[in-house]
């Protein structure tokens, strides 16, 4: 399991002390790591980049926290609304996955703070 330390630390921020991503999720979720700079097939120096990037992420003063529903499961989503980049965990912090919402999808996570069914 790969661990990125961080989380509210301090900054009142809501969310997970640390976004846990184990190695068979990264390998699934791959697919989107170009969403996030990330680019090539997928390796272990590949799948490190990704980790290290959805970490940056999580942690950048330009995302929101939300918590909310995702596909009928409670999650939080970090969102950064001009980018579009979304990263999505389980309540427990745990990796479910990340990628560029559309603009539909935006609005509806803005509004709702649930995708993909389930409110």
């Known amino acids: ?5 961080g989380g509210g630390g301090g900054s009142g921020r809501p ?4 976004l ?7 390998q699934s979720k791959f697919k989107h790591a ?16 990704f980790a290290k990037a959805l970490n940056d992420f999580v942690h950048s003063s330009d995302v929101i926290v ?21 990263v999505i965990a389980d309540r427990a912090g745990r990796f ?5 919402l559309s603009t539909q999808q935006l609005d509806y996570v803005l ?3 649930s995708l993909g069914g389930g409110d």
């Open 15 to 18: 969310g997970p002390i640390s």
């Open 34 to 49: 170009s969403d996030f700079g990330i680019n090539g097939n997928y390796s272990l120096e590949n799948a490190a980049r």
């Open 96 to 100: 479910v996955t990340g990628f560029r």
């Open 66 to 86: 939300l918590q909310g529903m995702f596909r009928g499961q409670p999650a939080i989503f970090y969102l950064d609304p001009k980018t579009r980049l979304n």
């Open 111 to 113: 509004k709702k703070a």
């Open 20 to 26: 846990n991503l184990t190695s068979a999720q990264l």
């Open 1 to 5: 399991m790969i661990e990125c330390d």
